[in-house]
């Protein structure tokens, strides 16, 4: 799917969108933290329960109360932390939780935001997180609302890892925001997912560089790099419209942050499959065994690209948009 970005309006980006060094500061914050305090050998340990100490060591940082008031940052300083986060495929509710400080108000925003209580965004009866999840927030078409369970979680094992929960729900009325909130949602689930897959690729072509097949590393191979340059184009291009999202979010052009959000979240979650499936195929037998080197990312990837709202709710997002231009 493509769109036409001419009818933008002159909003002053950075054309290259690159992060400032206030933001790089906070993704090289963000990766020092995780590869001292939760590293691969740690995320694989959790089986995708949410480390609670991490998270709130995570929160004690400011990286979870960043688009709040208090935090005083924007949705780029919130990409720059979920690149990192995502990079180091750090467990939890995380685009969840940066929804939450959007669209609730103090004090639960507070809590949120300082880590003591955890975000389960879901939607069709299905949440993650359900058993340790403070907040509820449900999805419906582009409507965001605070639910409650009416009876306990039954545990749902997952593509993740992660326990999650099935449960009917009582309804509270629509949050305000749930548009501008949308946005930084679905911005965030792309960040993460292009960063997850940029990790996945490059471990693939690391292995293929010293894998050696008839003599030769298999990265010699143009069935073994084609497919894996391929993968890195366009995860590269999922990062840049997700970065392009934040920066119109962040200068107040609600249209185009809606619509590049849209575009990040799809172009994410098929570059995101596509990377596991070409990497699997790279590594062979052990990169779908839990002890592997990488199962522990790409079996996220695919329980991220399925979260709600999903790529389908985005793609029907794009349409309204390009719809309505024409009709313009």
């Known amino acids: 799917m493509s769109f036409d970005v001419s009818s933008d309006p002159p909003v002053d980006l950075p054309f290259d969108l690159a992060f400032d060094p206030g933001q790089q500061a906070i993704a090289d914050a963000v990766a020092r933290f995780c590869a001292d305090r939760f590293d691969d050998d740690a995320v694989k340990q959790s089986t995708g329960a949410v480390p609670r100490d991490a998270w709130q060591e995570l929160a004690g940082l400011g990286v979870l109360g960043v688009l709040t008031p208090e935090g005083e940052g924007g ?35 507070s809590r949120v935001a300082g880590g003591s209580v955890l975000v389960s965004v879901g939607s069709a009866g299905l949440w993650p997180f359900a058993e340790q999840a403070g907040v509820v927030l449900e999805i419906d078409d582009e409507s965001v609302r605070r639910v409650h369970f009416a009876s306990a979680p039954t545990p749902v094992d997952t593509l993740g890892g992660e326990t999650w929960g099935r449960a009917p729900v009582v ?52 069935a073994v790099a084609h497919p894996l340059a391929d993968c890195a184009m366009r995860l590269d291009a999922a990062a840049t419209l997700a970065r392009a999202a934040a920066c119109y979010r962040d200068a107040g052009a609600d249209a185009p942050s809606r619509r590049y959000a849209a575009a990040a979240h799809v172009s994410a979650c098929q570059a995101g499959l596509d990377a596991a499936h070409v990497c699997h195929q790279v590594f062979g037998a052990v990169g779908i065994t839990l002890e592997g080197p990488v199962f522990h990312v790409s079996r996220r990837i695919r329980q991220l690209a399925s979260t709600a709202p999903g790529p389908d709710a985005s793609r029907r997002v794009l349409t309204s948009c390009m719809n309505g231009e024409a009709a313009q």
């Open 75 to 109: 949705l780029l300083e919130a990409v720059a932390a979920m690149e990192a986060l995502g990079r180091a495929v750090f467990p939890g509710p995380l685009a969840a939780t940066f929804l939450a400080t959007r669209v609730l108000a103090d004090p639960e925003r």
């Open 171 to 222: 309804r509270d009325a629509d949050l305000p925001d749930a548009a501008a909130g949308l946005v930084v949602y679905r911005t965030l689930l792309a960040a993460q997912l292009a960063a997850m897959g940029r990790r996945l690729v490059d471990d693939a072509s690391a292995h293929a560089a010293v894998r050696k097949q008839f003599g030769r590393p298999i990265g010699d191979f143009q």
